[in-house]
């Protein structure tokens, strides 16, 4: 009998170690701010970067828009806000080309009213970049107008920060399967230079 | 205290047993048992989501006793005993363990075996061949003629036609009666799959006859028919009725009809070792629209009708296994795509799509296939450089060859883009290419491809002009013939390359 108890005993006290352990596992499950498996770097809420219009130093940046044909991707340069680090600068780079008012003849690949949720740098130089639903549910679809908002994202991330390799791109904090049914997004994508055209490129000044 | 720890076991048993839940519902569905005495329906009993089927009603058509004893069931008939256990997946069958799919029941007194144990445990022990046909929910005992029968039905302007996919191959009459078309086969019963119709007033439906024959009851456009047969491979064969409407009404038709299909082979059938079986993907569908052109013009419309187009054409010129990803308008995953053409065999995977610009000039056709990116690239060399050891039942190991589901398409790169500029041949001689010809993108839907794969942008729907020629029948002829085209050429260079 007193064996009995002591197994029970021993039982009881293994659920309540298994049920501990589920519970502690998933409210570390839950701890990560960032949807990826990756070590990230956020940026801090409180000091989001000026627009292009505020005082202080600038980097002149290449933002990638359709060409006048729309199957080409041109580097626009404009002035960007210099930031501390690569991931405020990434996030600069970001904001700039989602605010952008394409000079002619070029226009902008990223369906208007799109928001930037969040950029995140993991320690293998990938960059992520955290687009509202906006950018599918705006999209006007194709694959050919697909692939130039994806990568117009890409390519200014990459041509900018040359030190990043790749840049995936989340839709609403989460891995997304494509963003208008071709592009696949699941995976870091790397700058695609087939796409860009080089022409005489127009400086625009800062509005 | 040992009687209270029992009395626990008991509940906690009970608990597990009342929340895993012995959902049963009533199914209107019954087993048709096909035999040389004729008929029989069997009631289907659906526990857990299984379908099951009473062990006394096996008494009649099979002549089993059954005797319950010690939590068991001995099931005896023919000299032969089965014993059943309830909630055993195993059962004993004339001295040989089967395994079933799912456990023996035994609830209110009854006994319930899976479907399975008819054909696996019945059938063997009792010397009888069974077969399960569980689509049609038939089971065909000794050796009728019971050919699988899939149907299939594609509407033009001018007229209909249905495709009858037979196998094993069976020979086929078709008679015209009032008001109908009479299918009959040289069968004893069908295993027939009759799908949903096109909207068209060529047929009114499609219904199972007496006993082997399929009815067609035509419709108000209908005047005359016409049929031909072939023979894609050894084991099945081919019926193509076509319904067409009388010759006046031809003329008053607005639209020039196309050109009646062609159902002789163009090209000579020798025997392709290469390229045998097609998988075409229509993109987008259901909740899914794609692209749309400025009249409205969804690309999931226009892609399921090239594709279709371009299924009749293989069909009737080259003679090949054909299969569409989706039938009608509903939306496929992408993984699903991939796996219908690996599922499939496919030699060849096309995605066919309709493109879009926010320059409404652009025009013309485009053909991709994939990119690679770093993370594939590096997934594809790990599994290629080291096979998969894995540890085998009964201790060791084996190696095994991995295809990683995410990197099936790199292995197809150099036959993918061979495809592509075959295709771009084609499209550029019959409808002219973008500037943009081909391509290489990251593309969802062809990573998981295990076979050379393309996807084709057959036009752009923003452009006014091509947007109406996308609609038109002319035109999507003319594209589906420029894939044609290419794999004719494709199938040349597959014959080369297959051992």
Do not use: C
């Not at chain 2, 205290?1 to 597990?16: E, N, P, T």
């Amino acid at each position: 009998m007193r064996r009995v108890l002591v197994g029970v005993a021993a039982l009881a006290a293994a659920a309540l170690f298994g049920w501990l352990l589920m519970t502690g596992l998933g409210r570390l499950l839950r701890a990560p701010a960032a949807p990826t498996a990756d070590p990230v770097a956020e940026v801090p809420a409180v000091a989001p970067p000026t627009g292009p219009t505020a005082e202080g130093p600038k980097i002149k940046a290449s933002l990638f828009l359709a060409s006048e044909d729309g199957q080409r991707l041109v580097g626009v340069q404009q002035d960007v806000p210099l930031a501390e680090g690569t991931v405020a600068q990434a996030r600069a780079l970001m904001e700039a080309l989602l605010a952008i008012t394409a000079p002619a003849p070029y226009s902008s690949t990223i369906p208007a009213g799109t928001t930037l949720r969040g950029v995140y740098v993991s320690d293998r130089n990938e960059v992520f970049v955290d687009l509202d639903a906006t950018v599918r549910t705006k999209h006007p679809g194709g694959s050919m107008q697909e692939l130039l908002t994806v990568y117009s994202v890409v390519n200014t991330l990459l041509v900018n920060l040359p030190t990043m390799t790749e840049v995936q791109i989340l839709i609403d904090g989460q891995e997304s399967d494509s963003l208008a049914g071709h592009v696949d997004l699941r995976r870091p994508l790397r700058k695609n230079d087939g796409l860009i055209v080089t022409p005489e490129q127009k400086t625009q000044s800062p509005s | 205290m040992r009687r209270m720890i029992q009395v626990l076991v008991l509940l906690a048993l009970a608990l597990v047993a009342h929340t895993d839940g012995w959902g049963q519902g009533a199914n209107p569905n019954a087993l048709t048992l096909l035999s040389r005495e004729g008929r029989r329906a069997l009631p289907i009993v659906v526990i857990n989501n299984q379908d099951y089927i009473a062990v006394d009603e096996l008494a009649g058509p099979f002549g089993t006793t059954a005797r319950e004893a010690a939590g068991g069931l001995t099931l005896t008939g023919r000299g032969r005993t089965l014993i059943l256990t309830a909630d055993q997946n195993l059962v004993s069958a004339a001295g040989r363990l089967v395994s079933l799919p799912a456990p023996v029941v035994r609830r209110d007194g009854r006994w319930y075996v899976p479907l399975d144990f008819l054909p696996r445990a019945l059938g063997p022990a009792f010397d009888l061949r069974l077969d399960l046909r569980r689509a049609a929910r038939l089971l065909v005992m000794g050796d009728l003629r019971v050919p699988r029968i899939v149907t299939r039905v594609d509407s033009g302007s001018s007229n209909a036609s249905v495709t009858l996919e037979i196998t094993p191959v069976t020979p086929a009459t078709v008679s015209a009666e009032p008001g109908r078309l009479v299918v009959q086969f040289d069968a004893d019963a069908l295993d027939l799959l009759i799908p949903t119709l096109p909207q068209q007033a060529f047929i009114s439906s499609i219904v199972p006859g007496d006993g082997n024959t399929v009815v067609i009851a035509t419709g108000p456009r209908f005047a005359s028919y016409r049929s031909s047969s072939s023979q894609p491979d050894a084991s099945s064969s081919r019926l193509t009725v076509e319904l067409l409407p009388s010759t006046t009404d031809l003329a008053a038709a607005a639209p020039p009809p196309p050109l009646p299909v062609d159902i002789r082979p163009s090209v000579p059938p020798t025997p392709s070792t290469g390229l045998r079986t097609v998988v075409i993907d229509p993109g987008h569908g259901g909740d899914e629209l794609g692209a749309q052109g400025p009249r409205g013009t969804l690309e999931k419309e226009i892609t399921l009708a090239v594709s279709r187009r371009l299924r009749t054409l293989i069909e009737s010129r080259l003679g090949l296994r054909v299969f569409l990803t989706r039938e009608d308008d509903r939306t496929v995953a992408h993984d699903d795509r991939s796996a219908f053409a690996n599922n499939h065999q496919a030699d060849v995977f096309l995605s066919i799509h309709a493109n879009a610009a926010v320059r409404p000039l652009i025009k013309g056709a485009e053909v991709y296939y994939l990119s690679v990116e770093r993370a594939d690239a590096e997934a594809r060399k790990r599994a290629d450089d080291a096979a998969t050891t894995l540890p085998a039942l009964g201790g060791g190991t084996r190696t095994i060859d991995l295809i990683l589901w995410e990197t099936a398409q790199a292995r197809f790169l150099e036959q993918s883009s061979q495809l592509a500029g075959f295709i771009e041949d084609g499209l550029r001689a019959r409808v002219g290419m973008s500037p943009r010809a081909v391509q290489q993108a990251p593309f969802r839907v062809l990573v998981g491809a295990n076979m050379p794969a393309a996807l084709v942008e057959i036009g752009y729907l923003s452009n006014p002009e091509q947007e109406q020629q996308l609609t038109s029948a002319a035109y999507q002829e003319r594209i589906a013939e420029s894939l044609l085209d290419a794999l004719v050429k494709f199938r040349t260079v597959l014959d080369r390359t297959a051992p």
